[in-house]
């Protein structure tokens, strides 16, 4: 990270500082090596960030500072909070606890922001709450009435000027990363690769257009029939800033206690939104990456909507089908199944990985449900093993199927709270075992042979001009074979290094030996060949001297190995 950016970040890398070493972060610049960026950042804020060590375990203390940190680093703690591939389960659940709740924005910046994306509101609206029905550290939503039709809405708002914080906190988290990239080598995991897919998720916090689209495509998913529902978006009143939404009226699924909600009631919704979210996932490919109980509502009708949908995810068939594989080779203890379905998740290359020491640890997974029937599989336990099992590994899930990962998880963790007794491994059975018999199916089969026909034919119309140019390059003695072999470079280096210091070490020896006969013939003679005895040891301190220098040489090559490692 350069001075410059510190010193353009000054207040917010002093504020941040202060905050680390307040929680008991010095521990962590300790660790990793960063007493030197914190005695930089010092001098340039010329105070000490004050030292109150909390007590509370270091997980707790991580959620109370990205807390006090702002909206940036309580997205980028939730975010973390779905990844149990790079981080441990103590952090993941300190992390889910993380509070969005902020004090609102006064009403006359958000009216001038407002206007400034809308124009006259007094055109458009016939009313809007001053006061907000609800405010989080990005946006605050106010109801309001169209008038056009009179029709209730909410306007979702983006607090005035965040996103100019995120992109300077964004810039310094990108250079952090990059410089624990540099310097750390025992992490596991990749912190500017984290940071990036971080960058991309707040982007999408940060537009109101994509959540708007996301919610339309949910929509117009739905089956005819389907007890599910999401609200419809108002475009005329939508833009990057601000987003009109269908009022739903009903039930917070976070309050149901209040609500009293009945046992049916709450036997149907679990039912009703599982279905929904299962059938995204593995019939769709597209869905609510995030349904926590506060983004899911009991309408008056019984149907279940979902809001805030700027999380979303996507999955290809082949993905799809490899969850559907890892259920039922968990189910079915079959680990010729729940192999191939794990690296394929993981999207994972087996030349990644030690393929023994994975096959004896997904055994021993597999030996936890021996004798236990489909319907007894604990799927949030299931696919919390799959991620441990990437990060034992040193494998980093990729983002897309952390999403999915984190939809399923979510579900049935509202489904355990509303209904206790609800089973969702048993409830997707007939839809993972359609998706494992379909694989082998004609219509599958027929599908994949149609897609790969184009890619068939344009081999073969390229196979007999590549054959005859190899063929003719063969025959001319023309035929080049060039091989990209890892660590090769190295191999060189390190092989010129050793033939140079062998050589050198011969000559030495050569001279040494001579130098030595010469003093010995200079001991036989008279005092007239002295000379000899003189030339004999010049000529022994010479090859002394060089001995030490390559001695010298070698142990300094070797210093710099080790500090490029």
């Not at 997974?365 to 029937?373: H, K, M, N, R």
């Not at 660590?487 to 062998?502: A, C, D, I, K, P």
Request: aromatic letters at 8%; glycine letters at 6%.
């Amino acid at each position: 990270m350069s001075m410059l950016q510190l010193i353009r970040h000054a207040n917010r890398y002093r504020e941040m500082l202060g905050i680390l070493v307040k929680f008991g972060f010095r521990e962590f610049f300790e660790d990793a090596k960063l007493d030197l960026l914190l005695e930089r950042g010092q001098r340039v804020f010329s105070r000490k960030p004050a030292a109150t060590v909390h007590t509370e375990s270091r997980p707790a203390r991580l959620r109370m500072a990205l807390e006090e940190l702002g909206p940036t680093f309580i997205k980028l703690g939730q975010i973390l909070s779905t990844r149990p591939d790079i981080l441990s389960p103590e952090y993941i659940e300190e992390l889910q606890k993380l509070q969005d709740d902020v004090p609102s924005v006064p009403w006359p910046e958000i009216k001038a922001q407002l206007t400034e994306d809308l124009g006259d509101l007094d055109e458009i609206f016939e009313s809007i709450d001053e006061e907000p029905m609800a405010a989080a550290s990005m946006a605050q939503a106010h109801r309001a009435v169209l008038r056009e039709g009179s029709r209730p809405i909410v306007l979702k708002i983006l607090r005035p000027k965040i996103d100019r914080l995120v992109a300077a906190d964004i810039e310094i988290l990108e250079a952090v990363a990059e410089w624990l990239s540099r310097h750390t080598r025992d992490l596991p995991f990749d912190p500017v690769s984290v940071v990036e897919e971080f960058s991309k998720a707040i982007e999408y916090e940060l537009d109101f257009v994509h959540e708007g689209r996301n919610t339309d495509l949910f929509r117009n998913n739905l089956e005819e029939g389907e007890q599910a529902w999401f609200p419809e978006v108002y475009w005329s009143v939508t833009r990057k800033r601000v987003l009109g939404l269908e009022e739903i009226k009903g039930v917070q699924l976070s309050k149901w206690k209040q609500a009293n909600l009945s046992v049916d009631q709450r036997e149907s919704l679990v039912r009703n939104g599982a279905f929904t979210v299962l059938r995204q996932v593995l019939d769709v490919g597209f869905f609510h990456a995030d349904p926590h109980p506060g983004n899911l509502f009991l309408m008056e009708d019984g149907r279940i909507c979902f809001i805030d949908c700027g999380m979303a995810g996507r999955v290809d068939p082949e993905t799809v089908t490899d969850l559907a594989n890892l259920i039922y080779g968990v189910a079915s203890g079959d680990i010729d199944k729940l192999y191939p379905a794990f690296l394929g998740l993981g999207q994972v290359e087996e030349d990644q990985v030690n393929r023994r020491e994975l096959r004896r640890d997904l055994q021993d997974f597999l030996d936890q449900f021996t004798g236990i029937s489909f319907e007894k599989v604990d799927m949030g336990a299931m696919l919390r093993a799959f991620t441990e099992g990437l990060r034992k590994h040193k494998l980093q899930c990729p983002a897309e199927i952390v999403l999915m990962i984190k939809a399923l998880t979510t579900i049935e963790g509202v489904a355990e709270e509303l209904d206790p007794e609800f089973d969702l491994v048993q409830f997707a059975r007939p839809h993972v075992e359609r998706l494992v018999k379909q694989q082998y199916s004609w219509r599958v089969i027929k599908g994949r042979l149609t897609r790969n026909v184009g890619k068939w034919v344009t081999l073969a119309d390229r196979l007999p001009g590549g054959l005859n140019t190899i063929l003719e390059r063969v025959s001319s003695n023309k035929f080049r074979l060039a091989l990209d072999v890892n660590g090769v470079e190295s191999f060189e280096r390190t092989l010129h290094h050793s033939s140079r210091q062998l050589a050198y070490a011969v000559l030495v020896a050569a001279m040494i030996m001579a130098s030595s006969i010469l003093v010995l013939a200079s001991s036989s003679q008279s005092n007239d060949h002295s000379l000899l005895g003189w030339i004999g040891f010049v000529s022994f301190l010479v090859s002394f001297s060089l001995a030490l220098m390559i001695v010298i040489e070698s142990l300094w090559s070797k210093f710099k190995r080790r500090r490029r490692k």
